[in-house]
Nanobody, 119 residues
């Protein structure tokens, strides 16, 4: 399975974006997935996480304090896709966003998708 993040772009502060993470195969067996981001000169950090099994309709979610209340992570196993809805974006959200398992696996890091928030 490969994971491909998309949906990034340039947005003004206060705006919204929705990122998608499309898998080349089934993600049903991948219980723990997340969105990471890496700003220039900084380490890559986990910002949102969703834990979901094949037996649950909804996932357990958690967020970094910096995005709590503004970002929402979700996944659709039927579409093999994970999402990150980002609202009230701030310039400090500017980064390359990646999707991966939690913890991150070297097998799944792709090129990510760039989000740029202008002030």
């Amino acid at each position: 399975v490969q994971l491909q993040a998309s949906g990034g772009g340039l947005v003004q502060a206060g705006g919204s974006l929705r990122l998608s993470c499309a898998a080349s195969g089934s993600i049903v067996s991948i219980n723990d997935m997340g969105w990471y981001r890496q700003a220039p000169g900084k380490q890559r950090d986990l910002v949102a996480r969703i834990v979901m099994t094949a037996y649950t309709a909804y996932g357990y979610t958690s967020y970094a304090d910096s995005v709590k209340g503004r970002f929402t992570i979700s996944r659709d196993n039927a579409k093999n896709t994970m999402y990150l809805q980002m609202n009230s974006l701030k310039p400090e959200d500017t980064a390359v966003y990646y999707c991966n398992t939690v913890p991150g696996s070297g097998d799944y890091w792709g090129q990510g998708t760039l989000v740029t928030v202008s002030s």
